[in-house]
C-alpha cells in the first residue's frame, strides 16, 4: 500500500507558475498527474516512468520529475491560463502499463487532491 500527499495547490494569476509535490510512503513504477473539474471526467496531465508523457494540452507548459531518494514526484507548471483550474490529483502505478499511461487503471493508489485556480 502506498500513500500519496500532495501539495502545492492555490491561487494564481494567468501566466503565473506553480509547483505541486506529492510525497508518497513507498516506492512506484510510475507516477502521474491528474486533473479534475467538476462534473467532468478526470483527466491525464503527466507521467513519469523513466521516460516522461505529457497532455497535448500542457506540452510546453508543465514539467514533471522525480527524486526517488525522497518518493516524491513534483509536477511545475508554468504558463498557467484559466482553463488549467481544477483539482490535481497525484496517482502511483506499481507494474508497467505500456502505452495506456494516460489512464486511470494504469495506477494503483491516488492521493487526495490539491486545488489549482487559475484567475483571468
Known amino acids: 500500500q502506498v500513500q500519496l500527499v500532495e501539495s502545492g495547490g492555490g491561487l494564481v494569476q494567468a501566466g503565473g507558475s506553480l509547483r505541486l509535490s506529492c510525497a508518497a510512503s513507498?516506492?512506484?513504477?510510475?507516477m502521474g498527474w491528474f486533473r479534475q473539474d467538476p462534473g467532468k471526467e478526470r483527466q491525464f496531465v503527466a507521467a513519469i516512468r523513466g521516460s516522461t508523457y505529457y497532455a497535448d494540452s500542457v506540452k510546453g507548459r508543465f514539467t514533471i520529475s522525480r527524486d526517488n531518494a525522497k518518493n516524491t514526484v513534483y509536477l511545475q507548471m508554468n504558463s498557467l491560463k484559466p482553463e488549467d483550474t481544477a483539482v490535481y490529483y497525484c496517482a502511483a502505478g506499481s507494474r508497467y502499463s505500456g502505452s495506456y499511461y494516460y489512464t486511470q487503471r494504469a495506477y494503483d493508489y491516488w492521493g487526495q487532491g490539491t486545488q489549482v485556480t487559475v484567475s483571468s
Open positions: 513507498g516506492r512506484a513504477y510510475a
